[in-house]
Structures are given as structure tokens and as C-alpha cells.
């Protein structure tokens, strides 16, 4: 076998943005967020083509995409994207959490879309490049982060349907705080019980942006219930329960036993498997294993599940209350509390991220300053 080329090193143009946000302006946005609303003054872009490669590596000002009306991934949903935070410590400096964990699961998405694979020095240098120039974005204090979406797509003007040819990749920064208005209030989730969020074989163990569109009906459904969040059930029994649209679950045992529900068919988020190691430091059993629907209902009702979270990067961790169906309801966090298990694991979690705790596994990775 001939051997691999050598992976080209990441060097990026850089175009400063000669307009940037003013300090004032910005400092009232890193006050009080939200998520999603507000993003940094650069973006990083990288074009792919067959013949190329990846190539062009760049960072310039944020702004619209030019793109034809015929760009594949706005007919076909050939997209794939991922999310995760930069922290600023107390001494100034900023860390990233776990984000070679992402850069990996980029590319079992990217295989399963058909889209090329950036190369793991890629994705990481990519989200460097952008935190350098607008390192003035991450915020300080609170439970507030950058979040960086590094997101891919068919980018080649073409109608039929095959693998596109032509691929950009681009990161944006977003500065956030809290996902859900009401902070760490346990949420109420509404069982989908007519609609599935991933099958056998599809596409919900990828970050694609397909899978989160076909969410948006069930999540509509549940607000009509008074719901925040959508539970996925298993596409084939509706039996086994997967996970939240954009956060995996955790249940709480009275004997101190935690269980995730396994399944091939949810996103393998970063947050559940690290929170796996974490809780067995703090001295809990963590079990992932398939977890039936009516387990979660009736270990409710008898009492011998005492909370339920739901966890991922940009939910953290957060109490789930009130799970809500059809035909009733049951509530696990009936005084609006959860704990003691939640918030223990929550602090340890968030310890980590912000630097206020050891990081024996080396997880926080140090931006590289070029
Ligand atoms: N499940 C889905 C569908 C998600 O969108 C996310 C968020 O990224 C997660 C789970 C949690 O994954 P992670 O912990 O890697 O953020
Ligand atoms: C994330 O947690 O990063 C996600 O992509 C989930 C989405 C609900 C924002």
C-alpha cells in the first residue's frame, strides 16, 4: 500500500475584519447573551475540492455567504456540523473543552454524509485561528462561554444527487450563556410518540442538520403541551428510550446506580461519555445500556428513580421534571428541585470547564497562539 500523503500543515490567511464590534458594544452583548444571537467578528473558512483537497484555509470578516441557488446542500441537506465551548479561566486564559473528541465525531459525520473528512489538526487549528482574533469574545465570569460551531456543506452548484465536489467548512463563534430561559429549572418533555428522530441505519448517530429539521414538528407538538423538549423514542417498537433533539439523557437510581440509555441510532455526545467518567470518580455505578420507555414511567411512579438530567454542550446539564405523554404524566422533580445527585455532578462538570478544579485527564485543551 502506498503510503498516506502527508497531511499538509494548517496555515491560514488571516483578513482582519476593518469593522469590527466596538468594546462598548460588545461588552454589553458578553453581558447577557442568550444563545446564538450574537456572533464574533471573524469566521474561518477552508474550501475542499477532489483535485485540491482542502486548501485556501482562511480567516476573515463574519459575514454572508455568496451562495448559487443551486448549492447542493440547500436542496439535498449534504450537511454536517458541531458545537463546543471555549472557557476563559480565571487567569486569563482560554481553554476548550475536549475538542479533538469533536474533531473526531466530525469525521465519522462527515463519512457518513459522504463528506470529505477534515483532518483532526485541521478542525483544531481552525477553531485556534479564530480564537486568536477574537479572543476578546470569550466571556468572563458566570456560566458563560464562546460556543464555536464548526459546520461543513455540499457546496458545488449541481442538481443531481450524488456526493458534491466541491465542500466548504467554516467556523463561527457565538459568545452564550444558558440554553433554556428558565436556567436549571427541571424541563418538561414530551414523549414523541407518531414521529422518530433517527432509524436503524439513518443518520441520527451523525451531526447533519437533516436530523434536527424533522425534530422541529414533535418539538412543536410539545410546546403545544407545555413542553421545552422532545423525548425520541426508538424508531422501530417505540419502546426503548433515546435521547432529547440536542441533549442525551442520564437517569438516577435510588441506589446510587446511573443509567444512559444505549442505542446506535443517538448522537455519541462528548458531555454523556465524559460525564460517565466523572460520575464513577465521584463513586456512582454508570450503566449504558438500553432503557425502555416504560422503565423511566413506572421507576417514576415507584420512586425508585429519583432524577432525571439531560446533558450535552449546550444544555450542560439540566434537570428533567415533568415527562409528559398522551395519556398522562409523571414528575420527578415535583418541588421544581432536583438533587442531590444533578447538581453534584453538574459543579463537578463545570468545575473542570472553568478551571476550578483539576483536570487529571488533560480534557481543557490550551488555545495555540500563533
Ligand atoms: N444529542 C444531540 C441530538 C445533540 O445535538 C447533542 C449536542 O451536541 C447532544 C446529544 C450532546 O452532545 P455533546 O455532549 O457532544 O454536546
Ligand atoms: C450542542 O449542544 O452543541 C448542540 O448542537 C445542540 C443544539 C441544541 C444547540
Avoid at 409528559?324 to 453538574?346: D, K, Q, Y
Wanted: proline share 7%; charged share 25%.
Amino acid at each position: 500500500m502506498p503510503a498516506a500523503a502527508p497531511v499538509k500543515s494548517f496555515q491560514p490567511r488571516i483578513e482582519l475584519n476593518p469593522a469590527p464590534v466596538g468594546v462598548d458594544r460588545r461588552a454589553e452583548i458578553l453581558k447577557e447573551p442568550g444563545f446564538g444571537r450574537y456572533f464574533t467578528d471573524h469566521m474561518v473558512l477552508i474550501d475542499w475540492d477532489p483535485e485540491n483537497g482542502w486548501h485556501d484555509e482562511r480567516v476573515v470578516p463574519y459575514g454572508p455567504l455568496s451562495l448559487d441557488p443551486a448549492t447542493a446542500a440547500l436542496h439535498y441537506a449534504q450537511e454536517i456540523f458541531e458545537g463546543l465551548k471555549a472557557y476563559r479561566h480565571e487567569d486569563g486564559s482560554i481553554k476548550v473543552f475536549r475538542p479533538e473528541q469533536n474533531a473526531a465525531r466530525f469525521q465519522r459525520s462527515a463519512a457518513r454524509l459522504m463528506l470529505p473528512e477534515l483532518p483532526i489538526q485541521w478542525f483544531l487549528g481552525s477553531l485556534d485561528a479564530l480564537l486568536n482574533v477574537d479572543e476578546a469574545w470569550v466571556p468572563a465570569g458566570g456560566e458563560k462561554a464562546l460556543y464555536l460551531r464548526p459546520f461543513m456543506f455540499a457546496s458545488e452548484s449541481f442538481l443531481g444527487v450524488r456526493a458534491a465536489r466541491k465542500v466548504t467548512y467554516a467556523v463561527i463563534a457565538s459568545p452564550v450563556g444558558g440554553y433554556f430561559e428558565g436556567g436549571t429549572k427541571p424541563l418538561a418533555v414530551w414523549v414523541a410518540e407518531e414521529y422518530s428522530r433517527a432509524a436503524p441505519g439513518g443518520t441520527g448517530a451523525a451531526k447533519c442538520g437533516g436530523n434536527y429539521a424533522g425534530a422541529l414538528l414533535p418539538l412543536s407538538e410539545a410546546a403545544k403541551h407545555g413542553c421545552e423538549q422532545v423525548v425520541f423514542l426508538d424508531a422501530k417498537e417505540r419502546r426503548l428510550v433515546e435521547e432529547l433533539g440536542g441533549m442525551n439523557l442520564y437517569f438516577v437510581f435510588d441506589d446510587g446506580q446511573i443509567v444512559t440509555p444505549a442505542s446506535d441510532s443517538i448522537l455519541d455526545g462528548i458531555i454523556k461519555n465524559s460525564l460517565h467518567e466523572v460520575a464513577a470518580d465521584l463513586g456512582y455505578t454508570v450503566t449504558e445500556r438500553p432503557f425502555g420507555i416504560d422503565e423511566w414511567t413506572q421507576g417514576v411512579a415507584s420512586g425508585r428513580i429519583t432524577e432525571v438530567f439531560a446533558c450535552g454542550t449546550a444544555a450542560v446539564i439540566t434537570p428533567v421534571g415533568r415527562l409528559v405523554w398522551r395519556e398522562g404524566e409523571v414528575n420527578s422533580a415535583p418541588t421544581g428541585e432536583a438533587g442531590p445527585v444533578t447538581p453534584t455532578l453538574r459543579r463537578a462538570l463545570v468545575d473542570l470547564q472553568y478551571g476550578r478544579a483539576e483536570d487529571p485527564r488533560g480534557w481543557m485543551r490550551r488555545i495555540n497562539h500563533s
